[in-house]
């Protein structure tokens, strides 16, 4: 599958590469200058070059709470997608024709349907006059119905069924992946269904999971319309903080270097990860 | 196998979630055609003939008695095409700043505040008094921009939960509504008036010290939520879960009408705040007087009837008439000079730190 030369192939590659660059190279470059331009009050930043954009993230303590807000928010989604998504990924990986289809095709319609679909969806569910609570009232759990939105728990609960194709999908290819001889091999050896799970299944589909936290975790930190819609304007997040700073005081260095931050963040999540299955490969228990 | 999968996901999430993103800009229209000048000599009645204008404004109710009562007229007598760009303000004043010299849209409708400060910033034309419905308009209405319309930002109430009526702004005060309260967030026109309205009732000094005037608002709190979406917002009034809001009173009036258990007071301490639509034109547009007459029909009396007679806008030219019954829903007559004029050069030089305390102090109040 790899190649150390390059062949003729490879210039299909320009395509994906000018689109890569026009759409996504220039525009980073210009984020990134922007970030260290001065708010004029006005839409257009001005010079000189500055970096109090990041010096007033760290001075004011909203900032950081923010972000420890919004990883708080993005770890729990991806321990409780991670919980839900394995059991149905071990499912699906064991079965075979038209019932698996149909399980792919629900898994992956939230997908289909759109975000904002989806937490209009959730909306409707959790308001106050919602199937939820209507639901609860009609079995006499509860008296009053109970304030479910604009609180962190709405929106980990938005983002953990918005995300859960995310997981579900490279799990269950890391499980459909163990072949079925390593199985066998541990069965003709005497090893019983549990210590054969702990063992071989478990270990052999980390990598799906931890491709599937990534996605998981990354989309979280960068979520923007499950905190407006299913917080109602209470559960700021970086998101939240750069559409404010960008869109309503047009202080685009200050969204700019938000921007970025976050990106340095989510960086610095991909050697985390490869660390984690580093020590898998090397024989590591879980 | 496993990478594919990933970036196939990856492109997925991408597209989903710009999917939600707003509508991509028309495309600015085109001059007109060569060879318009003979054309332009056999259609003398039609002289905009094959011209498009691009307009920006806001949808819903607005949308369709615009269209009624100046876009199919204008289009059937002149000849031209008009297109409406419809969205909220805030994402129309991005583009005009960012598109000055080359504007996709020629006429922005646009809050007291923003076209106000587009003309100051010069990304949008001055006012020309030339137009021949100008004169007609109150003095606040041309000044700014081109008043379409006048808001009163009062209170709206649940009168069957709310017991003893709402008069004043200190009103909110009262310790059987904490809790019970919403606002629009800040910034924006409406949150900006609320932190006005406070430091004015309790004789607060916004300048010097706005963290009383945030501490005070914070009194009210935890707040059930910020709202953006009048439908819910009125959902929750009659669920009983917000007991008051601070709302304009056109939009009330609007859900009153519908049946919603409300009523819409003009508070005193210090009145009701007076805010405006207005009409703004771009200062680069290639269609400019297009987009004046355009602007002229819009504060026409007809337009202005059809207004305030449809979905109750406060008209903002002095000649419009209407029944009593309409009147008595709108700000009217000798009621325009009880509105309360903002100052808003506080709130706009301080927006900044404004936005960090309101975050910070209102949003979080327990």
């Given at each position: ?10 210039a299909?590659?320009i395509?994906?590469?000018l ?18 331009l ?8 001005g ?7 990041y ?5 004011d303590s909203?900032y950081p709470a923010v ?8 770890i729990?989604?991806?321990l409780m997608?991670t ?7 071990y ?14 095709v ?15 969806g959730m ?10 609570n209507l639901?609860?009232m009609?079995?006499h ?9 604009g609180n962190?728990?709405?929106v ?14 490279p799990v ?5 992946a ?13 090893a ?7 063992h ?19 989309a979280?930190l960068?979520?923007?319309?499950t905190?407006?819609?299913l917080?109602r304007g209470k559960?700021?997040v970086?998101?939240?903080?750069v ?8 202080n685009?260095p200050?969204?700019s270097?938000i921007a ?9 999540i ?5 660390i ?11 | 196998?496993?990478?594919?999968l990933c ?6 999430v991408l ?21 318009k ?9 039609k ?6 204008l691009v ?6 109710t607005?949308e ?15 000849g ?10 805030s994402?129309?004043v991005?583009?005009?700043y ?11 409708g646009l ?20 137009l021949?419905n100008f004169d007609?308009l109150?003095?606040?209405a041309?000044?700014?921009?081109y008043?379409?319309s ?12 709310v ?5 004043s702004?200190?009103?909110l005060?009262?310790p059987?509504l ?10 924006g026109?409406?949150g ?9 009732a ?7 010290d ?11 709190g935890?707040?059930?939520f910020?709202?953006t ?15 008051a809001?601070a709302?304009?009173?056109s939009?009330?009036?609007d ?7 409300c009523t819409?007071?003009?508070?005193s ?14 200062k680069n547009s290639?269609?400019m ?10 504060i026409?009396?007809e ?11 406060s008209?903002c ?13 709108l700000v009217?007559g ?16 301080n927006?900044e730190e404004?936005?960090?305390k ?9």
């Amino acid at each position: 599958m790899f190649r150390a030369k390059y062949n003729k192939m490879d210039a299909m590659l320009i395509p994906l590469a000018l689109l890569f660059f026009i759409f996504f190279v220039i525009p980073f470059i210009m984020l990134l200058y922007n970030s260290f331009l001065t708010y004029t009050g006005k839409v257009e930043p001005g010079l000189p070059i500055t970096v109090q954009n990041y010096i007033k993230f760290f001075k004011d303590s909203y900032y950081p709470a923010v972000i420890g807000r919004t990883f708080y928010i993005s770890i729990v989604t991806t321990l409780m997608v991670t919980v839900l998504a394995y059991p149905l990924a071990y499912f699906m990986a064991g079965i075979k024709g038209y019932l698996k289809t149909i399980m792919l095709v629900l898994v992956t319609l939230p997908l289909i349907s759109g975000v904002m679909v989806q937490n209009m969806g959730m909306y409707g569910m959790m308001t106050n006059y919602g199937t939820i609570n209507l639901f609860l009232m009609a079995l006499h759990i509860i008296e009053e119905p109970v304030q479910l939105l604009g609180n962190n728990i709405a929106v980990i609960i938005g983002l953990t069924q918005g995300f859960l194709p995310f997981m579900i999908l490279p799990v269950m290819n890391a499980l459909q992946a163990i072949p079925e001889n390593v199985l066998q091999a541990s069965e003709s050896l005497g090893a019983n269904k549990v210590r054969q799970f702990l063992h071989i299944t478990l270990p052999m589909s980390f990598g799906g999971c931890i491709a599937g936290a990534v996605l998981v975790f990354g989309a979280s930190l960068s979520s923007y319309t499950t905190p407006t819609i299913l917080g109602r304007g209470k559960c700021q997040v970086i998101g939240t903080v750069v559409y404010q700073q960008a869109m309503q005081l047009f202080n685009w260095p200050f969204a700019s270097s938000i921007a970025m931050l976050l990106l340095l963040l989510i960086l610095l999540i991909v050697p985390i990860t490869k660390i984690l299955s580093r020590r898998r490969r090397e024989g590591g228990v879980l | 196998m496993k990478k594919l999968l990933c970036l196939l996901l990856a492109l997925i999430v991408l597209t989903s979630l710009t999917a939600c993103g707003e509508k991509p800009a028309p495309v600015p229209s085109s001059d007109p055609a060569p060879g318009k000048t003979t054309e332009d000599e056999a259609n003398v009645d039609k002289p905009f003939e094959g011209e498009t204008l691009v307009v920006g404004v806001w949808g819903g109710t607005i949308e369709k008695v615009l269209r009624e009562s100046v876009v199919e007229p204008m289009e059937e007598e002149l000849g031209c095409s008009i297109e409406l760009v419809l969205g909220g303000s805030s994402d129309r004043v991005v583009k005009l700043y960012t598109e000055k010299d080359n504007p996709s849209m020629d006429v922005y409708g646009l809050n007291i505040r923003e076209s106000a400060d587009a003309i100051i910033n010069g990304v949008a034309a001055p006012v020309n008094p030339e137009l021949s419905n100008f004169d007609q308009l109150y003095d606040f209405a041309q000044v700014g921009g081109y008043g379409q319309s006048i808001m009163a930002y009062g209170i709206c109430y649940n009168n069957e939960l709310v017991t003893e009526p709402i008069t004043s702004w200190k009103d909110l005060w009262r310790p059987e509504l904490k809790g019970k309260i919403a606002f629009s967030n800040f910034p924006g026109s409406e949150g900006a008036a609320i932190i006005y309205v406070t430091a004015e009732a309790w004789g607060l000094d916004l300048e010097n010290d706005p963290d009383a005037v945030f501490a005070k608002l914070a009194e009210l709190g935890p707040f059930p939520f910020f709202y953006t979406n009048l439908d819910e917002l009125f959902l929750e009034i009659e669920q009983g879960n917000v007991h008051a809001a601070a709302i304009f009173n056109s939009y009330s009036n609007d859900y009153i009408a519908q049946g919603f258990p409300c009523t819409f007071v003009y508070p005193s301490d210090p009145g009701a705040i007076l805010a405006k639509d207005t009409w703004v034109i771009a200062k680069n547009s290639k269609h400019m007087a297009l987009a004046e007459e355009f602007v002229n029909r819009c504060i026409g009396v007809e337009a202005q009837t059809a207004y305030a007679e449809e979905i109750f806008f406060s008209p903002c030219n002095k000649n419009v008439k209407v029944s009593d019954e309409v009147a008595e829903k709108l700000v009217y007559g000798d009621d325009v000079s009880s509105l309360v004029t903002m100052e808003w050069d506080v709130i706009t030089e301080n927006e900044e730190e404004f936005t960090e305390k309101w975050n910070r102090m209102v949003v979080m109040a327990k």
